[in-house]
């Protein structure tokens, strides 16, 4: 019997939703000219992601060294800053509302593979982070996962599961403990 067999995978056509030229050509202003500004260059960020498709709303607050996997599966509100060593591997849609605060080493995951067949094929689901959310330190958010509105996810939480608008949410799996207010 085997698991995978990973001679069996292959990337669906259209899956990254750019021409593999236009990927490699981010991937190589995001190491250089994106992630080499200084901090105080929020505007220079916001019009790089925006030239490869993003969403950027205004006031957005987005760290240089944060990685964007494919800007143009990307949506950000107004008002929302996006922290130091944040991941956002985003193989399918993220889309984050306003007057988010994102923290630092946050990971937003929208891709995976399907573990259960041999040809261990990816896949991708949306992540939504609702407005006036804050993701403290080191959590992770999986594919598919809805944050509510005004939702706090507490230091180094992993969030497999949709959370609830307005509460604290902590753990592994996070899980509300009480009313944000």
Known sequence: MSYQDLSKFSVPAHFRGRS??????????????????????????????????????KNVLIRSTVKVTYPWNLSVGDNTWIGDDTVLYNLGKISIGQNVAIAHKVYLNTGGHDYKVESFPIFSEEVV?????????????????????GCVLGARSTVLQNMPSGKVCVGTPARPIKDRI
């Open 129 to 149: 982070i609702e407005d006036e959310c804050w993701i403290t330190n080191d959590v992770y958010v999986a594919p598919g996962v809805r944050i509510g509105r």
């Open 20 to 57: 593999k030229i236009v990927v490699q050509l981010w991937w190589m202003i995001q190491s250089s000219a994106f992630s080499w500004s200084p901090q105080v260059l929020y505007g220079w960020r916001r019009f790089l992601l925006r030239c490869f498709g993003a969403k950027i709303g």
